[in-house]
């Protein structure tokens, strides 16, 4: 699904739901960052993206940020956002940051109610941690890579790789730094709006639209 005008039919799992809204789960995700020397020998931001198993019910074979629903255990409210996303982002990627404070939050996305399966996700911000180097599981994740972001969404539109809209909407916000610096220094003390798209449904595709975009 796409915005601004442009549609087309649902991605992987984001069925249309046409009766009462289904509560949105809460959950976090992990937006791993580290600095690179490009070809000509400058510097560009890079970001981890990880494969999902093409067998996963939702969202089986789409390239996605680590991350994952908030389990009761971690209990409510920011610290349990932070817990999911040190979880998910060990799990999935074999990365341990040291503690909920190496963790930036930056943005929470709210899935639009017109969809079945939804989540309430705070997405956060890290750096690579010195002497680390992500390895997916090999059963919920099964495979991953380091990209700039314009590398990402160009492999998304040559169909390289399958992307979603709330991923390809923070690549393109992302796409505006040049390095891990600029981007925490830009989101820390920020607050942080909730943002939940809506779905229209235009005869057998869908557009969604984002909050402050016309006929919200």
């Known amino acids: 699904m796409r ?3 442009e549609s087309e039919r649902p991605g992987p799992g984001q069925a249309y739901n046409r009766g009462r809204p ?9 937006i791993l960052l580290r ?8 510097r560009q931001l890079e970001v981890l993206l990880v494969r999902r198993t093409p067998q996963a019910r939702f969202m089986g074979g789409v390239w996605v940020f680590p991350g994952g629903a908030v389990d009761a ?5 920011d610290g349990a956002h932070r817990a999911a996303a040190l979880r998910e982002l060990q ?9 909920p404070d190496e963790l930036t939050k930056f943005s929470r996305w709210i899935t639009p109610a017109e969809v079945q399966i939804r989540f309430d996700t705070h997405f956060f911000l890290a750096a690579l941690p010195s002497g680390q180097e992500p390895v997916v599981d090999g059963e919920e994740c099964v495979d991953l890579g ?3 972001t314009a590398r990402a969404l160009d492999a998304h539109a040559s169909g390289e790789i399958v992307l979603v809209f ?15 610096s600029d981007v925490l220094g830009y ?3 920020r607050e942080v709006q909730p943002v939940q798209p809506r779905v229209i449904l235009e005869g057998e595709v869908a557009r969604i639209i984002l909050p402050g975009e016309p006929g919200y």
């Open 3 to 5: 915005s601004s005008g």
């Open 22 to 30: 289904v509560d949105a789960r809460q959950a976090a995700s992990v």
């Open 35 to 42: 600095d690179a020397i490009g070809d000509a020998g400058e």
């Open 73 to 77: 255990g971690e209990g409510g409210g």
């Open 91 to 99: 799990e999935e990627a074999g990365i341990v940051l040291a503690g």
């Open 146 to 148: 380091w990209f700039t």
């Open 166 to 180: 709330p991923t390809i909407k923070h690549l393109q916000q992302l796409g505006e730094f040049a390095s891990m």
């Open 187 to 189: 989101a820390r003390g």
